[in-house]
């Protein structure tokens, strides 16, 4: 779709609407200015700021254009693209000669294109022949994924498009701010309320999201089962559930319900801390239109509990009939560009391409002659994220990084930090010299968004595609082109294309009958249709294929027999709990103008004078009781360690609860706090709670 006077369409490089932008090259050709594209459907022309700025993250002044290799002084010096790829090959194989092959692990990230991401897990697997891979993504959809697995056979964000928000009757969202996070999507939100749509907002703080909703409840951070438990004991006994629905659809209810019915009421206000008349109205709300959605966000879902969290409110709306009708269901809303097609083909420790089982025999011989193997050759699962990063400068003792920032977004940062600083070896690929990458043996500098072609798939499961729309820096290469580079040193001269889109087409074979079939996408189909939705099988031979699938499970759910599964859940406490030492909650989060570890957006001027530096939000109560005014310097300590920002008060949070954005590595890094605690099945890290002390520093 390259129109006349050579600007591109494309897609947004941060957050996963994966907003529609047109690129116009800048006279000289050196960047390129963004701007409106009001026929891509998910944002119809708006952005965020961090959008519209993106394209300053392409100017050399702030990116990455030479390779970097550390030299015996300890330094990091400029050097060829053969010096620094023969190094990262020789470090890597030495490591696995060495110790063997599971001593080499391999970081990925959600942010990377459908095709680096199914490269890199190709990668691990065939080239260096190690089970130990794992990406970010663990540290974001994981608790949603499994729960989604568990209760539909199936894992995908939305089940639905976007658009048909609007014209629900009620929408529950359950820890996103999205006013913050994806601002275009606020949108849909405003138009249900305007259609006569009811909102309830679950947060612990009222947010700018919390702000539009009809009903905003503030439950202490990490209770959020509770309180999904408590609704649904609720339901049960004002007798508003689905019977039909529950025999003809699901399988399950009455063990979900048992363990429903032991959370009362009472039990449930004292646990989250908001009274029962304000849960009966929620079930009010949710139980009065003909169609309603649950929607999670990293809230309840970055929880030592978050699968089971997640389960209770599929459960609700199970239990409702909620799911697998038209306008009605639960969906999580995923979070980096690539955050669903990231977690599809195979970067994950545990999963082959097609969001196959590495476990499943089948999967292992499809995927093993697609990439012309011995199925035999594939190695076994690996660690979760936080156990991989856990593990370094141990049992693996190199580690390639593509696409995360671990040393600012990790939880324990400061102690991953030290196992990051213990590896024999460590190679990072960016666009700019993150706080992960200053610790890096090598440095590659790769093509950027603007600069690349490739496909991402957004929170509705929409295959997208970017495409470059500039001609990158010399000195600088692609993911794939990295890949291919160490694949050939490392003796697999085949296998490791760097046209993205002949990897897409491999891709497609990967995935040909796996639950996450993309074999019916093509690039060309995907520019003329606005995206592609998955599952979109291929047709047999001169038929035509699928036309994708917009909407999931309104015939059947994924599951052998087509129902959807009740889960028994039932409240546990966070891992950790305040007590005399540490008195108070810490959660941790976002603000609208800095990304994730910030290290794209805090090169951005703008986005820095909308954001300068972290903060910790407080009561002003607890302000009161500490003795903190606004803008004073606060130390916040954890069992982890202690970090240092200024306060912000403000009485739009809990006065048990204090709050920190993310996105500054140094003094004032949140992460130096949080608790690695796991989820059991996800592997999830508790990033939403832990206890901490405040005082002023
Ligand atoms: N500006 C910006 N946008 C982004 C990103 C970014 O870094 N910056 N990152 C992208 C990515 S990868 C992701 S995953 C998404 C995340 O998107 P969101 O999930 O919307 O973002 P968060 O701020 O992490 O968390 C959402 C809310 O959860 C609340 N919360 C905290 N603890 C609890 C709890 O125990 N229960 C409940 N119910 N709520 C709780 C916080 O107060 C916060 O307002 O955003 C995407 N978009
Ligand atoms: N306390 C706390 N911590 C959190 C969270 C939280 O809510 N609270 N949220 C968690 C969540 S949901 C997430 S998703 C993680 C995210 O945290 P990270 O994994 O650190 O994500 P980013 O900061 O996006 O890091 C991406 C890195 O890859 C680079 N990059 C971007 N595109 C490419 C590419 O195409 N190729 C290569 N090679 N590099 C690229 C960027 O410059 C950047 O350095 O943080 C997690 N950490
Ligand atoms: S909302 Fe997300 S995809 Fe849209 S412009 Fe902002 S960061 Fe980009
Ligand atoms: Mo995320």
């Known amino acids: ?46 952005l965020c700021g961090k959008g519209r700025t993106a394209p300053a993250v392409l100017s050399s002044r702030v990116r ?53 991401a199914y490269a890199l897990g190709k990668f691990a697997r065939v080239a260096l022949r190690t089970s130990q891979i794992d990406y970010n993504g663990r540290f974001c959809m994981s608790s949603a994924a499994a729960a989604h697995q568990r209760a539909f056979g199936l894992d995908r964000g939305l089940p639905f498009p976007l658009a048909d928000i609007p014209r629900t009757g009620c929408v529950i969202l359950v820890g996103s701010n999205l006013a913050e996070t994806m601002p275009p999507a606020l949108r849909y939100l405003t138009e249900l309320k305007a259609n006569g749509g ?71 206000e004292r646990i ?45 709306c199970l239990a409702t009939g909620r799911a697998g009708r038209p306008l009605s269901g639960y969906g999580c809303l995923t979070g980096q560009g690539n955050g ?5 083909h195979g970067q994950k420790a545990d999963q082959l391409p097609g969001y196959r089982k590495l476990t499943d025999p089948a999967a292992r011989a499809h995927v093993a002659e697609v990439w012309g193997v011995d199925p035999d050759s594939l190695p076994g699962p690996g660690r979760s994220a936080y156990e991989l990063l856990d593990a ?21 940062a400061a102690h991953v930090e030290d196992r990051i600083r213990s590896l024999d070896f460590l190679a990072v690929a960016d666009v700019v010299l993150s706080e992960t990458a200053a610790l890096a043996d090598v440095v590659l500098p790769v093509t950027q968004w603007a600069e690349e072609t490739g496909t991402t798939t957004n929170l509705e499961g929409r295959v997208l595609l970017r495409r470059r729309a500039l001609t990158p820096p010399p000195g600088v290469r692609s993911d794939l082109d ?46 003329a249709e606005q995206g592609v939705f998955w599952p979109c099988p291929e047709g047999p031979e001169g038929a035509a294929g699928s036309p994708g699938t917009e909407r999931l499970f309104l015939d059947r759910f994924a599951t052998d027999d087509g129902r959807a599964r009740f889960v028994p859940v039932s409240h546990r406490d966070a891992a950790e709990v305040p007590d005399a030492d540490y008195p108070l909650l810490l959660t941790t989060g976002r603000v ?81 706090l949080t608790n690695p605690a796991l989820d059991p099945t996800s592997r999830m890290p508790e990033f939403k709670v832990c206890a901490v002390r405040v005082e002023p520093a």
């Not at 760097?498 to 690039?523: C, H, M, N, Q």
């Not at 954890?638 to 500054?664: E, L, N």
């Open 1 to 46: 779709m390259h129109t006349s006077d050579s600007a591109t369409d494309t897609h947004c490089p941060y957050c996963a609407l994966q907003c529609g932008m047109r690129l116009r090259p800048d006279p000289g050709g050196a960047t390129v200015a963004v701007e409106e594209r009001a026929d891509f459907p998910v944002n119809r022309g708006a």
């Open 64 to 116: 990455l254009t030479e390779p970097l290799v550390r030299t015996h002084a300890g330094r990091l010096e400029p050097a060829t693209w053969e010096e620094a790829l023969d190094a990262v090959a020789g470090g890597l194989a030495r490591t696995g000669r060495t110790y063997g092959p599971d001593a080499v692990g391999v970081f990925g990230g959600g942010g990377l294109t459908n095709e680096k």
């Open 198 to 268: 009811t909102l309830i907002v679950i947060d612990p703080r009222r947010t700018r999201t919390a702000e539009q909703a009809d009903l905003h409840l503030a439950p202490r951070p990490g209770t959020d089962l509770a309180l999904a438990l408590g609704l649904l004991h609720l339901i049960v006994a004002e007798g508003r559930t689905d019977e039909e629905f529950i025999a003809a659809r699901t399988t399950g209810w009455q063990e979900a319900r048992a363990a429903a019915m032991a959370h009362w009421p009472e039990l449930v």
């Open 272 to 316: 989250t801390g908001i009274p029962v008349p304000r849960l009966r109205e929620a079930v009010a709300m949710f139980c009065a239109p003909e169609s309603a959605m649950v929607l999670t966000a990293r809230g309840p879902e970055q929880q030592s509990k978050g699968t089971d969290t997640v389960g209770a409110w599929i459960n609700l």
């Open 340 to 344: 669903q097609g990231g977690r599809e």
């Open 392 to 412: 370094l400068g141990t049992d693996v003792k190199a580690l390639l990084l593509m696409g995360s920032n671990p040393v600012v977004s990790a939880p324990r």
């Open 482 to 527: 990295v890949l291919h580079g160490l694949a050939a040193r490392l003796g697999v001269e085949k296998g490791f294309p760097t046209e993205p889109e002949e990897v897409f087409e491999e891709l497609r074979r990967a995935s040909a009958g796996g639950p996450a079939d993309y074999s019916g996408i093509t690039y060309a189909r995907i520019e």
């Open 592 to 672: 609208v103008a800095q990304y994730q570890s910030g290290a794209q957006t805090r090169r951005v001027d703008e986005l820095n004078a909308a954001a300068p530096g972290p903060f910790v939000e407080l009561h002003p109560r607890l302000a009161a009781r500490i003795g903190a005014v606004d803008g004073c310097p606060l130390a916040v300590t954890s069992r982890r360690g202690r970090a240092v920002a200024p306060a912000r008060i403000t009485d739009t949070i809990r006065a048990d609860t204090v709050f920190m954005p993310f996105h500054w590595p140094g003094e004032g890094r949140a992460n130096t």
